[in-house]
Structures are given as structure tokens and as C-alpha cells.
């Protein structure tokens, strides 16, 4: 694993620490740990939006069916069985930096077009308006209506306006 920058924590309650503190994207996981097992970081992990891009590999025993599924469904996205065969730990952990590099290369394309929405909308010499229908949208609602300047101008309503009496 010479390519990448290892960190190791004893427990997991060292783990934690190790993730407030470095930029983490990829945790292998032990599930036997002192202190703080593996479903309780894992449970920390799913309880935190700052760990929601970290991807959890998890290490099982051979005999732990259940505990991989319990893991999985608690945010792991992989497991390794002990004993680990190092090839088959650097196959893994290489696709999964692989996905990693694909989403983040995604996200910023995302926001790049985001911002060309963004200018492209607000700047535009034209009245727009984006909305989900015509009834009135409560706070519980996740719908949105976006109206840019222009619009609000021509109408004389602000978009807050239009969130609150529907259009």
C-alpha cells in the first residue's frame, strides 16, 4: 500500500480522531476493535454529514455473514475477510480510489455547470421562472420555485413571494 498515505488507529475510538483531524477518504475497517468497535464508528460515521463522502471497507472474519450485511447496511460499501490476502486488498482498495476520483471529478463538473446555471439565469435580459406547479408551497414542502431578477422585476414579486402564495 506504498502508493497511498496510511494512517493507522489502534481502536476505534483512535479512528475517530484520526478522521476529525486528516482529510480521510477511505477507511478499511476493522469490526473486532477495543474501546469502540466497527458498527459504532460506522454508526458515528452515518450520524455525521462530514463523513458522507468517507467509503467504509470493513474486515470480517470468514464465519461473520451476519456482521457483514449489519455492516453494509450501516453505510460500509465493501468487506474484506480475514485473513486478508494482500492482492485481493490492493484490488479493492484500487477501485474504490478509482470511484473515488470518478465522483469527485463528477461533483466538480457539477458545480462548474451549477455556476454557469447560475450566472446564465441571473444575468439573463428576460423574465424566468422555475416551478413545480401552481399550488402554494408549505415548509415541508421539498419543491422549489426560482425566479431570477429580471422576473421579479417585470412582476413586482419577490421570490419569497411566490414561495408563499404560489403561482
Request: charge should be negative.
Amino acid at each position: 500500500l506504498n502508493d497511498f498515505n496510511v494512517l493507522v488507529a489502534c481502536d476505534g475510538l483512535e479512528a475517530m480522531c484520526m478522521l476529525e483531524e486528516h482529510d480521510i477518504n477511505l477507511v478499511i475497517l476493522d469490526l473486532n476493535m477495543p474501546r469502540m468497535d466497527g458498527f459504532q464508528v460506522l454508526k458515528a460515521l452515518q450520524s455525521n454529514d462530514r463523513y458522507k463522502n468517507v467509503r467504509t471497507i470493513i474486515l470480517t472474519n470468514y464465519d461473520e455473514l451476519e456482521n457483514e450485511i449489519k455492516g453494509l447496511e450501516m453505510g460500509a460499501v465493501d468487506y474484506i475477510r480475514k485473513p486478508i490476502q494482500m492482492y485481493s486488498l490492493k484490488a479493492r482498495i484500487d477501485v474504490h480510489v478509482e470511484l473515488i476520483r470518478i465522483q469527485q471529478a463528477l461533483e466538480q463538473k457539477l458545480n462548474e455547470q451549477g455556476l454557469t446555471f447560475d450566472v446564465v439565469f441571473n444575468q439573463a435580459p428576460i423574465g424566468i421562472i422555475i416551478s413545480p406547479g401552481g399550488e402554494p408551497l408549505d415548509t415541508n414542502n421539498t419543491l422549489f420555485t426560482r425566479i431570477n431578477p429580471m422576473f421579479e422585476q417585470i412582476i413586482g414579486r419577490t421570490e419569497a413571494e411566490f414561495n408563499k402564495v404560489g403561482c
